[in-house]
């Protein structure tokens, strides 16, 4: 009899063992599983076209902070009824003076395609930083635009260019050192 207690707690052992092994290979699939859905989910959100998706690329790229006046003096909030329309606070360097654009404006003049085509494409002057336009995908530029397009009429243009050695007429932000080394 003793024998078979220990071939009992033998089987029993192996048994729980088994069980044990089981429900990691089911955790493991669960896991792989899940894992795969979270990737295509995250693929998934990155190919939708939205004013949603927009809004939140316009605002992780730092459109508002130059091209929405007063956004960060409101602690980052959008006021709606300025957002994206330029600004009239100049950015003064080397290259003059720029003025960030009222983007309602300018792709008021563009359809979705012209401005992917322009997103990838466009050189401005500083301290406009296209080469992260030139970094996006047609869909993050088409959300962009979408958004841009539901915010409302257009408005008035930014101040114009003033070439360096050219006083502006409104305030600015001197954005380069007052001595820049000679090379």
Known sequence: MPEIKNLNRAESRDARLSRE?????KMFRTGIVL???MATSAATAADVVSIEEGLRIATIGGCHDC???GFAENGG???LAKALMGSHVGFQGPWGTTYPANLRLTLS???EDEF???GHEVKTRPPMPWFGLHAMT???LRSIYQYVKSLGAPGEPAPDYVKPGEAPKTPFIVFAPPQIPAN
Do not use: L, P
């Not at 092994?21 to 290979?25: D, F, I, N, S, T």
């Open 21 to 25: 092994a089981e429900g990691k290979r």
């Open 35 to 37: 894992g795969m859905v």
């Open 67 to 69: 091209h929405t006046e």
């Open 77 to 79: 909030q959008v006021d």
């Open 109 to 111: 003049k563009m359809s």
């Open 116 to 118: 992917v085509r322009y």
């Open 138 to 140: 047609d869909n993050e």
